[in-house]
């Protein structure tokens, strides 16, 4: 797998956009960008994935540099319940079939 | 609702016994994992199954058992031959190959010895 570097922690207001950055600057052509996230006592949660459009969905959006070296995650109005451990991973089509590998994440705290 | 099911939600194990885990999914994907989470770790690969009835060890496998008779269902035994059982056990499923589908996580299960 690519390895992917994350800051150890972030905070954000609540109501505002929270704005997660992931480097994963020796990225595969093949390989996509997956974002996960454990809430406290609970499993990872799946959030988003991309290839190197950028992606939306009910949850976040993922917006991917051209050169596909790094990539944010932009939660566009975090509450409470966004605060969580959030990690990138990438990976290929081809490593469907093996587990994730996770690694420390970002801590993200959001404050009223 | 698709998803990813584990019970028991908690569970404590007594010295000596085989307790076991349920995962089940109705997401029909061909791949299922466990993974296990000790406090303020990152998961730990203890099996997985790419397909029914085959499986293979994962880094931890010692004092752990699994089967998959069923596509649906991956079942894990924590035996009394593991001596540390007390952590947050984690069930995937996922596509089995060639896809950029992603894994789900069930909500886990908390094993704590009496």
């Known amino acids: 797998d690519a390895k992917t570097t994350q800051p150890t922690s972030m905070d954000c207001a609540e109501g505002r956009a929270a704005n997660l950055p992931c480097n994963h600057s020796t990225i595969s052509g093949n390989e996509y960008v997956y974002w996960y996230r454990q809430i406290h006592s609970q499993g990872p949660q799946y959030i988003i994935h991309?290839?190197?459009n950028n992606e939306t969905n009910e949850m976040a959006s993922l917006i991917i540099t051209e050169d596909r070296k790094s990539s944010t995650l932009i939660l566009p109005h975090a509450t409470l319940r966004d605060t969580a451990v959030y990690y990138c991973i990438v990976r290929s089509a081809n490593q469907a079939g093996t587990a994730l590998i996770f690694g420390k994440g970002t801590t993200l705290s959001v404050s009223s | 609702d698709g998803g990813i099911t584990q019970s028991p939600k908690y569970l404590f194990r007594k010295e000596g016994q085989n307790v076991t885990l349920s995962c089940e999914q109705n997401l029909n994907h061909d791949a299922m994992y466990w993974y296990r989470q000790d406090p303020g770790q990152g998961l730990r690969l203890i099996y997985y199954?790419?397909?029914?009835?085959?499986?293979q060890k994962g880094d931890i496998a010692e004092g752990y058992s699994v089967s998959r008779e069923k596509k649906e269902s991956f079942p894990l035994t924590v035996t009394s031959a593991q001596k540390n059982p007390t952590a947050f056990y984690l069930c995937a499923s996922g596509p089995g190959q060639l896809s950029n589908q992603p894994q789900h996580f069930g909500d886990g299960t908390r094993l704590s010895i009496l």
């Open positions: 991309g290839l190197k």
């Open positions: 199954s790419q397909i029914v009835n085959d499986f």
